[in-house]
């Protein structure tokens, strides 16, 4: 639910959240 085109809570938010880092290392990682 956590995509850059809609940002669902503060995962997206803060850069060290979950999904950021999902989508930092191209969603491969987790």
Do not use: N
């Amino acid at each position: 639910m956590c995509t850059p085109e809609h940002p669902m809570g503060p995962c997206m938010i803060s850069s060290e959240g979950a999904c950021a880092v999902y989508y930092r290392f191209g969603g491969d990682e987790i």
